[in-house]
């Protein structure tokens, strides 16, 4: 079965970076669309950046734009989030998510906190 695992999370202050981790199996992960979304309290879950199968850069946020670096390694079926001058605006829960076989598939999620 498909499985999401987040992992990278946790407390930076602000203008610090982070890197997030989403390990994949159950699919054809190589030929996978992988997306990275967050959700703030009390805001709607957003779409923050999206990476092709071959490495093809699908999409960024306005709000990360020119911040924020996705990549994927295929030999290990891992893709990335790398955040750079985070501040608390960033802060979320960070999800792993994939489109596949008509349905949608999330991650348990990683909790980014940027605070002093």
């Known amino acids: 079965q498909v499985q999401l695992v987040e992992s990278g999370g946790g407390l930076v202050q602000p203008g610090e970076s982070l890197r997030l981790s989403c390990l994949a199996s159950?699919?054809?992960?190589?030929?996978?669309?992988m997306n990275w979304y967050r959700q703030a309290p009390g805001k709607p879950r957003e779409r923050v950046a999206g990476?092709?199968?071959?490495?093809?850069?699908?999409y960024y946020a306005d709000s990360v734009k020119g911040r924020a670096t996705i990549s994927r390694d295929n030999g290990k079926n891992t893709v990335y989030l790398q955040m750079n001058t985070v501040n608390s605006e960033d802060t979320a829960t960070y999800y792993c998510?994939?489109?596949?076989?008509?349905?949608?598939?999330w991650g348990q999620g990683t909790q980014v906190t940027v605070s002093s």
């Open positions: 998510n994939i489109h596949y076989s008509n349905a949608d598939y």
């Open positions: 159950g699919f054809p992960f190589s030929r996978q669309t």
């Open positions: 990476i092709g199968g071959v490495g093809t850069i699908l």
